[in-house]
């Protein structure tokens, strides 16, 4: 066991909207993921997220709301909840979620990863 340094961890990548594994817990992933400008629609059939901001700020929009999510703050997006995540600068997030998660949920298009790297 060792601890991981979050912020060594985001400097290995310059990409936006594709995760890394970080870790693993049970039968979850514990990603990373830089994010900027505006994601996808999409929603997850089966699976929660949490998304937890490391660095800057991340807009949830909701089909019926929009949520700010600050530095040092997480939401969980339960399953089958349709969400937009928008970040107006680049912004480090942290996602725990199950193995099984797609990036893109049910849509599938250019920002789809089915591969994950390791960092």
Not at 9 to 34: M, T
């Amino acid at each position: 066991m060792r601890s991981v340094n979050l912020a060594a961890k985001f400097r290995l990548f310059d990409d936006y909207w594709s995760p890394k594994i970080a870790g693993e817990l049970n039968d979850s992933y514990v990603k990373l993921v830089k994010v900027k400008g505006e994601f996808v629609w999409h929603h997850h059939a089966t699976e929660d997220e949490l998304f937890l901001v490391v660095k800057g700020r991340l807009l949830l929009k909701f089909r019926d709301h929009e949520a700010w999510v600050e530095e040092g703050e997480f939401v969980i997006v339960p399953r089958g909840v349709e969400h937009l995540p928008v970040a107006p600068d680049e912004t480090h997030v942290v996602l725990l979620e199950p193995k099984s998660t797609l990036n893109t949920g049910n849509v599938r298009n250019e920002r789809t990863v089915s591969e994950l790297d390791r960092i």
